[in-house]
């Protein structure tokens, strides 16, 4: 993805990237004469496209000045400057935009694998964050789903706010990777041990295979194939098949809710690194 480099420091770009001395900003310059609020780079769809937001001391494309309504697009190699005092960043990369999660106050990122972001981390999720069918994101915490939307601030227990960071559909900011999955095309080939302590899974696309090893988590991806299985043998709609309440899962798995919690999220994670 799009990245900006300047000596030791290296930024990733959200879809819209806000620059400036404020806090709220995306890209925090420190220079004096850099404003609170300063520039933006923009995915349009195609390209980034630079824009001065009004700033006293200008920004610069290459070394000319971006005049009143400018936008210009932002190549790769390309040199931007904020003000005049500091140093000129680089453009190393002009990639698509990712869904992220970036640390409010320095430049630590967590980025999505396949389109699902769990913070602070997979192994220990707080709030999970995907994409609906209807194009709409979403973030589950603690058993509910609701609506997020782009630079939405979501806090960890500890108290460390994170700023969300989502590719929009509308505008054309979201790009689905050529290489992904199609999912309807999916299929998941489940082995497992005679007292299913040991559980494989195997992702099928045609005549590829993509092994996901022997995971604990892969048990609960057997008990819902086999409700869906006894669901499609009942004569149940297809949209209905496979359906199990959180709390009926977790008595059948004999998990608390925290650890079937954990488990779902590792097996969406590791499916979605597939793309």
């Known amino acids: 993805m799009a990245t900006l480099v300047r000596l030791d420091r290296r930024v990733l770009l959200p879809a819209r990237c806000m620059v400036g001395r404020s806090r709220d900003c995306d890209l925090v310059v420190r220079e004096r004469d850099v404003s609170s609020r300063h520039a933006a780079l923009d995915w349009n769809g195609v390209d980034w496209q630079l824009r001065d937001l009004g700033s006293r001391n ?18 790769a190699g390309a040199r931007v400057s904020f003000g005049r005092e500091g140093e000129p960043w680089e453009v190393h990369d002009v990639a698509p935009p990712r869904l992220m999660a970036r640390r409010v106050g320095d430049d630590a990122v967590i980025l999505a694998p396949g389109g699902y972001l ?14 609906e ?14 609506p997020v939307e782009d630079r939405e601030i979501l806090s960890l227990r500890d108290g460390t706010p994170w700023r969300l960071h989502l590719p929009g559909a509308e505008d054309g900011t979201w790009q689905e ?8 095309r999916l299929r998941l080939r489940l082995s497992f041990s005679r007292d299913e302590e040991h559980v494989e899974a195997q992702v099928l696309l045609g005549e590829q295979a993509f092994d996901l090893g022997v995971r604990a988590h892969h048990y609960v991806l057997l008990v819902l194939a086999r409700r869906r299985l006894a669901d499609l043998a009942a004569g149940v709609p ?11 899962l977790a008595t059948m798995l004999r998990m608390t809710d925290n650890h079937l919690y ?8 590791q499916l979605g690194r597939l793309g």
Do not use: N
């Not at 954990?262 to 994670?269: E, F, K, L, N, P």
């Open 58 to 75: 200008g920004t610069w494309l290459d070394g000319e000045r971006l005049g009143a309504g400018a936008e210009p697009v932002v190549p």
């Open 118 to 131: 769990a913070l602070p981390e997979p192994d220990a999720p707080e709030h999970c964050i995907h994409r």
């Open 133 to 146: 069918p209807g194009g709409g994101w979403v973030a589950e915490h603690e058993g509910g789903t609701r």
């Open 177 to 184: 990777d050529p290489a992904a999955l199609e999912i309807g």
């Open 238 to 248: 297809e949209p209905e098949q496979g359906w199990v309440r959180q709390d009926e």
């Open 262 to 269: 954990i488990s779902i999220h590792r097996a969406r994670t």
